[in-house]
């Protein structure tokens, strides 16, 4: 009995150090924060409680089923200019997180994506250069091989990137565009 129970503390204690050898945190929030809006920038948060209307239109634009209706974005300024929105991102792309900081300019567009952590193996990371090709597109024609191309290997964690941007552009759209033109 007691080597049954050593064998399975053995075991799971390796799964944790080998799990922890994929886990990479590239960037704190403030780090990212000033990735996103420059050093000196004020960011102030505004939360989102979308209604469930404003919910359900969410998941038919973007194409994504929410796991809650309450969002956060923050508004990068100088001064009373808004230098853009970021959201931060935390899904799953297999069964590991990974953690994105999604950048839209004051009008809204696509302007950024950093990873901010990612937990996969690293060959499932998609490549900065990837996430390049994403910019400045609409809504509409962010679709995994319809106009973008998935990541071999990596095609889960492309995916995983692709409704995350999609999310957050529709929130923008659907709440917070909507708030700041009344």
């Known amino acids: 009995m007691f080597e049954i129970k050593f064998r399975k503390i053995l075991f799971l204690s390796l799964l944790a150090v080998w799990h922890s050898t994929f886990a990479t945190v590239y960037y704190s929030k403030e780090e990212?924060?000033?990735?996103?809006f420059g050093l000196g920038a004020t960011v102030e948060s505004l939360p989102v409680f979308l209604?469930?209307?404003?919910?359900?239109?969410?998941?038919?634009?973007?194409?994504?089923?929410?796991?809650?209706?309450?969002?956060?974005?923050?508004?990068?300024?100088?001064?009373?200019?808004?230098?853009?929105?970021?959201?931060?991102?935390?899904?799953?792309?297999?069964?590991?997180?990974?953690?994105?900081?999604?950048?839209?300019?004051?009008?809204?567009?696509?302007?950024?994506?950093?990873?901010?952590?990612?937990?996969?193996p690293p060959e499932y990371q998609p490549?900065?250069?990837?996430?390049?090709?994403?910019?400045?597109?609409?809504?509409?024609?962010?679709?995994?091989?319809?106009?973008?191309?998935?990541?071999?290997?990596?095609?889960?964690?492309s995916r995983a990137a692709v409704d995350g941007a999609r999310k957050v552009l529709a929130i923008y759209r659907l709440a917070v565009k909507e708030e700041i033109n009344r």
Not at 32 to 36: Q, S
């Open 51 to 120: 209604t469930d209307e404003q919910a359900a239109e969410v998941e038919k634009v973007a194409q994504v089923k929410l796991e809650s209706k309450l969002f956060t974005f923050h508004v990068g300024k100088r001064g009373d200019e808004i230098l853009g929105y970021a959201a931060i991102e935390s899904h799953n792309v297999r069964t590991q997180p990974e953690t994105l900081m999604i950048v839209l300019t004051p009008d809204g567009q696509l302007s950024r994506i950093e990873m901010l952590a990612f937990h996969e």
């Open 32 to 36: 990212a924060f000033e990735l996103a």
């Open 127 to 157: 490549p900065a250069r990837w996430f390049e090709k994403l910019y400045r597109r609409p809504l509409e024609d962010l679709r995994l091989n319809q106009g973008v191309d998935a990541i071999s290997g990596a095609t889960l964690s």
